[in-house]
């Protein structure tokens, strides 16, 4: 089992920065690839961005690339992401994601740990 815990949301502004954080814990963190899901309302949770065991790849959905960046730290377990120009269609709640296979974490069929979510609103 693995326990997720977020936290940053907020409010921000059209063009600002807000970092998200996901606490995990439980099973051995390294031993996981962790992503970032959101869902905005009225629409089906979408994959955001997700990184593997070792931190050593990444990967991201199109329409937030040179934008927003995942990193993790496996000493704290825990991982973050970096939302930099940020647009109103950014506005969602934000998802922790952990699955052990680094091939379907884009996939959220197959998620195998969720957390409870952060809310982010983005506008003017």
């Known amino acids: 089992q693995v326990q997720l815990v977020e936290s940053g949301g907020g409010w921000v502004q059209v063009g600002g920065s807000l970092r998200l954080s996901c606490a995990a814990s439980?099973?051995?963190?390294?031993?996981?690839?962790m992503g970032w899901y959101r869902q905005a309302p009225g629409k089906e949770r979408e994959f955001v961005a997700a990184?593997?065991?070792?931190?050593?790849?990444?990967t991201y959905v199109d329409s937030v690339k040179g934008r927003f960046t995942i990193t993790r730290d496996n000493a704290k377990n825990m991982i973050n992401l970096e939302m930099n120009s940020l647009k109103p269609e950014d506005t969602a709640v934000y998802y922790c994601?952990?699955?052990?296979?680094?091939?379907?974490?884009?996939?959220?069929?197959?998620?195998?740990?969720w957390g409870k979510g952060t809310l982010v609103t983005v506008s003017s």
């Open positions: 990184i593997d065991r070792s931190g050593t790849m990444r």
């Open positions: 994601a952990a699955d052990p296979r680094w091939a379907s974490i884009r996939d959220v069929r197959n998620i195998d740990y």
């Open positions: 439980g099973r051995t963190f390294s031993s996981v690839a």
